[in-house]
């Protein structure tokens, strides 16, 4: 019998050391469904441990200069890029999305988060006020809060935990920064150059594990003043619970049940991609993903036809393969939660257009056990459906006509999220019109998914607390203080 081939072990980096833990968790291959890595299952005592060393590192850290933050997070940017084929390969077996998006997306991104915090902390201004009448002058400062606490999903690992660590230290705080046990391999591989970057011990440091063991003992300590998560509406509630008897500064960062709106002026050759894409990119497995499409009437049956005929172009195949759109979802639970959906929606008298059910997905004979789906169209589906209500982050979304600008406002406000909406018309006017009536915290216009980072990102509703962004992530990774001088 051939040997089986040794799992990787990762460890916790705390204090500018790896350390092992004495439990561990099993992290699985999403396009085999096997065991390939274990994961720190890491409590109390390493985040203890990890807040020593935060404090131990914040008079230093925190007292340096932003221009000497900014070339330590510029050299760690060049060290990542110079491990982008090795990350992005780590990235896509790990999550199992296709290597092809963690190539041009996922990691070039976390270096770009580096590079733009790095720049952007350089360029802030503070206020100053005079009081010439009774000789006074106020000014404000902004210091580093303390010690962050960062906890970061599955669906874009590196992307997102480096969206959170940059803006962090920049500002001059120390971090302990949680990763999804799902999705930990490059967030210890980062780990490996924070040395080499001249990040000094201490001031970064990533414990392993689950939410509620390690989460919670992160988001309970009374030493860690903030935290920033990116994830859940039940788990926000729960670190929100966590927080409150020590008033800590949250940031929350929510889920989505976003809308697309395409009027009958829309240009369907360039709407259909674009909304297939915003559809399915990543497996539907990104918060800002589309998930009910309205279609005015005149247009309905031409664009049903026809994004039905692109998605299922819209190949899905193991992550490695250059042709595939799609890889494999995260999970086995995810997935038969995901499929669930579609149950639901088949017995409430909806009809699937394509995918799941309906076409044969063909996979390799090693990759039959993997969390494949194909991407799903729904369509005959009522407002009220758990399909149109609830996020279901997988390749599922629901296409439905309507009549007009007013009833369709209406409908995509109707649910419990705000993050993002994605309007297709010609009408310079109505966009400007619809855009501002649109409850969502983000609107993509005839595109989507084009970020410009130095303005807000976040959600209204139940899509979260607090923006991310240039300004938004500096205020938040800081205290404001006012001082007033008199002369």
Not at 124 to 135: A, F, I, N, P, R
Not at 236 to 244: G, K, N, P, V
């Amino acid at each position: 019998m051939a040997a089986t081939k040794a799992l990787l072990m990762l460890e916790n980096f705390i204090d500018g050391k790896f350390l092992p833990c004495n439990s561990y968790i099993d992290s699985y291959d999403p396009s085999t469904g096997e065991v390939y890595c274990r994961v720190p299952n890491s409590g109390k005592e390493e985040i203890k441990a990890a807040v020593e060393a935060a404090r131990g590192a914040f008079p230093g850290w925190s007292s340096r200069s932003p221009q000497e933050r900014s070339q330590v997070l510029n050299k760690l940017a060049d060290l990542l890029e110079q491990s982008l084929e090795e990350l992005a390969q780590a990235e896509s077996k790990d999550q199992g999305k296709t290597l092809i998006l963690a190539r041009t997306m996922d990691i070039p991104r976390s270096v770009q988060n580096f590079r733009f915090f790095a720049s952007s902390i350089l360029h802030h201004t503070s206020e100053c006020t005079q009081m010439d009448h009774l000789g006074c002058m106020h000014y404000t400062v902004r210091t580093p809060v303390g010690i962050a606490g960062l906890i970061s999903p599955w669906n874009l690992p590196l992307y997102l935990l480096t969206w959170k660590i940059a803006p962090a230290v920049a500002a001059g705080n120390t971090v302990i920064a949680k990763p999804s046990e799902l999705t930990s391999v490059t967030a210890w591989m980062l780990c490996k150059l924070l040395d080499k970057a001249g990040v000094p011990p201490g001031v970064v440091n990533i414990v392993f594990g689950t939410g509620p063991r390690v989460g919670e003992a992160l988001v309970s300590h009374p030493d860690v003043p903030l935290i920033s998560f990116t994830g859940s509406q039940p788990t926000a509630e729960r670190i929100t619970q966590l927080s409150a008897p020590h008033c800590k500064k949250l940031s929350l960062e929510l889920g989505g049940k976003n809308p697309a709106i395409i009027f009958e002026d829309a240009n369907l050759d360039e709407c259909i991609p674009a909304t297939v894409r915003s559809s399915f990119a990543n497996q539907g497995e990104i918060c800002l993903c589309t998930s009910r499409i309205f279609v005015q009437k005149s247009i309905y049956s031409e664009f049903l036809k026809r994004f039905v005929e692109a998605t299922r172009k819209w190949k899905v195949g193991i992550p490695s393969d250059p042709s595939a759109s799609m890889g494999a979802l995260i999970s086995k639970a995810h997935l038969e939660k995901v499929k669930s959906y579609v149950k639901k929606a088949l017995a409430e008298g909806a009809q699937i257009q394509c995918g799941e059910g309906v076409d044969k997905l063909h996979l390799p004979a090693r990759n039959q056990a993997g969390y494949f789906m194909l991407p799903t169209v729904i369509t005959d589906i009522k407002d009220e459906s758990c399909c149109m209500k609830e996020e279901i982050f997988g390749p599922v979304t629901c296409v439905t006509p309507f009549d007009n600008e007013e009833e369709v406002i209406q409908r995509a406000n109707s649910v419990k999220y705000g993050l993002a909406a994605t309007v297709w018309s010609r009408d310079v006017g109505r966009i400007h019109r619809v855009a501002k009536k649109l409850q969502s915290g983000l609107v993509w216009t005839n595109c989507w998914l084009i970020r410009e980072l130095n303005l807000p990102f976040g959600g209204m509703k139940s899509s979260g607390i607090g923006r991310e962004g240039a300004k938004d992530s500096y205020d938040f990774f800081t205290e404001i203080k006012t001082i007033t001088v008199k002369h």
